[in-house]
């Protein structure tokens, strides 16, 4: 699932300005039956908690290094997945039989990056990249690139403000064109509550979209406690930024400020003298100048791409799609506890996000080959997701069928982990215009007519989630196509983006629960007739009224 925190206040801002058994015997749903009831099942396949277990241990080992994007351990990922399908006999789908390459550039700071704070005395102060602050590459694909060059007095602006009143308070300190520096004051004891979190996320996210509506030449945002341990976490992957290739967003006219993020430390330069105890909003008598340069190298990425072929000469000429992402984020900084090193690890080898659902789609697959249902079945490993999902965006822009062709689309992102009988759907209600409704009504009457039905949470199948979970996995790009989607989770947990995110915290049983689901709910959607689109959900309603 993509990253959080830092990222996700910056994506915000550019739009602002799993101990139980499972049965011994598990089922596949029968072909056509219809979804307003339970289903019923024939025992002809079923997903194997102990091959999971096998290519989990595989995928997710320290030999693939963490899986991100643009190394060779992410190719080598990929090409343990085209290699697996292919022995299971699977249709290469792709642009390169089962790779669809898909073009990517690594962006990096260039040696000629200068940082400094010049005092009115006239001395001056480097600052270190990546040690002391960070600017930001990139804001995102739609969004104009920040700043590259700033040359202005520091301002104060306290914790940020709160509201429009205390927004209008700092005009007559004179913000436009200057260097705002906001101290993000945090508590240390990290959140556990995900929706305290992104309550908190959501504060910031005002308080920075505030400043930039001041129209100044940057904004810093230095943190401290819970978010400048996470910051100190993703700085690594700050330093570079991984994009689609392709030409530079146009000129919207509305230039943005160049953002910087770091850490708000006693005796900053960038920080009033007897910060923390005052925060007052107030010039400081310095300038800050910033000459960002990058450099930029193209890459090619691959998506994997496989399909089923459908039986029924009618149909499987659409799809079904699966979707998981194999890439993860790579090599971390060491974590510090109390100024020690606390563990030796540093590969975030990602073994719930995402190499569950990998492997989960590995095993649908082979059960699909066998059952070849009428309609195709299609298989998608995305690339890229932790860099903003460029992989599916690419693949929905790219697609080597016509993308309305993909009736609907299953991913499954996090799904080893958390209360054993719980599974997260999203989808029916998050995604607009009812798009994925009939597609929910399908996947919660085949859980009901289980053995031993998941028991579904919906708190993130809403609109207003302060998380944002819809918007947070390769779905998301789907859906944007106007394709009904759901996506299968079981949430974050405290090692979500952490090296101790390994194979062997994993619930074996319930991910193959979770599989056998996906794989159940898919084999009525790819053997009914219909497309489960809102519009067949409105001429059902309006046939039963009189």
């Not at 799609?321 to 109390?338: F, Q, V």
């Not at 390769?474 to 974050?492: L, Q, R, V």
């Not at 193959?512 to 409105?538: C, F, I, K």
């Amino acid at each position: 699932m993509s990253r959080r925190i830092v990222p996700l206040v910056i994506a915000s801002i550019a739009g602002a300005a799993c101990a139980h058994a499972p049965p011994q015997t598990t089922t596949v749903a029968q072909q056509g039956a219809p979804a307003s009831r339970p289903m019923r099942y024939d025992p002809t396949g079923s997903i194997n908690a102990a091959e999971l277990r096998r290519d989990l241990y595989v995928i997710a080992d320290d030999s693939f290094r963490g899986r991100e994007t643009g190394t060779a351990e992410a190719r080598r990922a990929a090409a343990f997945i085209a290699r697996r399908v292919q022995l299971m006999g699977l249709e290469p789908a792709g642009d390169s039989l089962y790779l669809q390459r898909v073009p990517m550039v690594r962006e990096t700071f260039a040696r000629t990056t200068q940082l400094t704070v010049t005092f009115n005395t006239g001395q001056r102060q480097s600052l270190r990249l990546g040690t002391d602050i960070t600017p930001i590459i990139s804001i995102g694909s739609d969004a104009p690139p920040p700043s590259r060059s700033v040359d202005g007095d520091v301002l104060f602006v306290g914790a940020g403000p709160e509201d429009e009143k205390q927004m209008m308070a700092l005009l007559p300190l004179n913000p436009q064109g200057r260097v705002l520096v906001m101290s993000a004051m945090m508590p240390d004891k990290p959140l556990t509550d995900p929706a305290a979190r992104a309550v908190r996320d959501s504060v910031m996210i005002m308080r920075v979209a505030r400043l930039i509506a001041l129209h100044p030449a940057a904004v810093m945002v230095l943190l401290t406690g819970d978010a400048e341990t996470t910051y100190r976490r993703q700085v690594r992957s700050m330093l570079k930024d991984i994009s689609l290739d392709g030409p530079e967003p146009a000129d919207s006219g509305k230039p943005m400020p160049m953002m910087i993020f770091g850490s708000a430390r006693r005796g900053s330069p960038l920080l009033p003298a007897h910060w923390p105890n005052d925060m007052t909003p107030q010039l400081l008598d310095r300038q800050f100048s910033a000459h960002v340069e990058i450099n930029r190298t193209p890459f090619t990425a691959y998506n994997v791409v496989a399909v089923v072929r459908g039986h029924d000469p009618k149909l499987n000429k659409t799809f079904l799609a699966y979707g998981a992402h194999y890439d993860h984020i790579g090599i971390l900084p060491p974590e510090m506890r109390e100024g020690r090193r606390a563990s030796a690890d540093s590969i975030a080898n990602g073994a719930d996000d995402d190499g569950s659902g990998t492997v989960a789609l590995l095993a649908i697959a082979q059960q699909m080959a066998v059952s070849r249902p009428r309609r195709s079945v299609l298989f998608v490993w995305h690339v890229g997701e932790e860099q903003g999902m460029l992989g599916s965006e690419y693949f929905t822009s790219h697609s080597p069928m016509p993308i309305d062709s993909i009736v609907a689309q299953f991913n499954a992102d996090m799904i080893g982990r958390n209360e054993p009988n719980t599974l997260g759907l999203v989808g029916p209600r998050a995604a607009p215009k009812y798009q994925s409704w009939r597609l929910g009504i399908i996947v919660d009457s085949v859980n009901r007519a289980l053995p031993s039905p998941l028991r579904i949470e919906r708190k993130w199948d809403d609109p207003d989630d302060p998380e944002h979970i819809y918007k947070r996995s390769d779905h998301y790009n789907y859906a944007k196509k106007g394709i009904p989607i759901i996506f299968f989770t079981t949430g974050e947990h405290d090692d979500y983006h952490r090296v101790s995110d390994e194979a062997s915290k994993i619930d074996y049983d319930k991910m193959a629960r979770v599989a056998q689901l996906m794989l159940e709910a898919g084999l009525v959607v790819s053997n009914r007739s219909t497309r489960p689109t809102s519009e067949a959900l409105t001429e059902s309603i309006s046939s039963r009224q009189p």
